[in-house]
Each structure stands twice: as C-alpha cells, then as structure tokens.
C-alpha cells in the first residue's frame, strides 16, 4: 500500500463541502451511460462558483478531488488504524517489533550501501594514482605491462 501524508489527506477532507452527500442515478442513455446528480452539503447552490459539472449539478474541484481520492485514501488509513489498534490492544506487539526491525535493517543496510560505494571510489582512485606511477618508473613495453597488470 503506498504511504499516505496524513496532514494532506485532512486537509483534503476538510476542503470538500461539509454536510451530507448524495448522489443518485437519474436515468440511462441509449449508449447506456448513467445520468445522475449530486447534492452537497447544506448550503450548495447550482451555479458554477469555480467548480466542475458533475452530472447535472456543478461539483466543486474539492469535492471532486476528495471523492476520486478518497478511494485510496480510505483503505489506507483503515489499515492504519486496524494495526494500532492491534498494538493497543496487545496484539500487535510483534507487528510493532517487526516494523522496529525492519526500520533497523534498512538503515543498516543504507549505511553498507554507503560505504561500499566509498570504497569503490576510493579503490578506482588507488588504481588511477598507481597505473599514473607506473608509467614514470617502467617502460611501457608489451613484457612490463603484464608486470604492471599483476600488481594491479
């Protein structure tokens, strides 16, 4: 499940119009598409105050951009919630202790990735000085660069 920011999520819901929401099918067309309409909160007006058409009513932008969002976003804070419950509750301590793990892992992990390329580089810079060397202190001829090849 992809990670969700909390706050931008709140503030979604908090900018679609308050009150309840209804929306209805009102009829079919011949291509089989649904006609429906949408009613929004206490004070919703049909007129276009910034919004977008929606289905025989103008629909605002945020309420359009939290009811498509919402799909996502629902499940997720669900589950969020379901596994602190789990912790609360006792059950999840080993959830909790996995999570700890994991996190412990990756950062140890992060670290290695970090100092292996650090030696790679460090490694390509010992063999750029030392082939620089070798080229003022040998002959570049085909019997001293198998020499040289077996050093480096």
């Not at 992809?2 to 679609?16: F, I, L, P, S």
């Not at 276009?48 to 025989?56: A, E, K, L, R, T």
């Not at 080229?135 to 040289?148: D, F, L, Q, V």
Request: charged share 30%.
């Amino acid at each position: 499940m992809t990670q969700r920011d909390w706050q931008k999520d709140m503030e979604m819901c908090e900018a679609a119009t308050p009150g309840v929401w209804m929306a209805d099918e009102v009829s079919r067309t011949w291509y089989g598409d649904r006609v429906g309409y949408f009613v929004m909160g206490e004070h919703f007006t049909d007129n276009n105050d910034g919004g977008i058409y929606g289905g025989g009513t103008f629909l605002r932008f945020e309420d359009a951009k939290f009811a498509a969002k919402a799909h996502a976003a629902l499940p997720y804070w669900l589950q969020e919630a379901k596994e602190l419950q789990e912790i609360v509750s006792g059950r999840g301590r080993e959830l909790l202790r996995l999570r700890s793990l994991l996190g412990g892992l990756n950062d140890e992990l992060t670290a290695t990735e970090d100092h292996a390329d650090a030696a790679e580089q460090r490694e390509r810079q010992l063999k750029e000085a030392i082939e620089e060397a070798l080229k003022w202190t040998w002959y570049h001829g085909e019997a001293n660069m198998t020499e040289i090849d077996t050093v480096l």
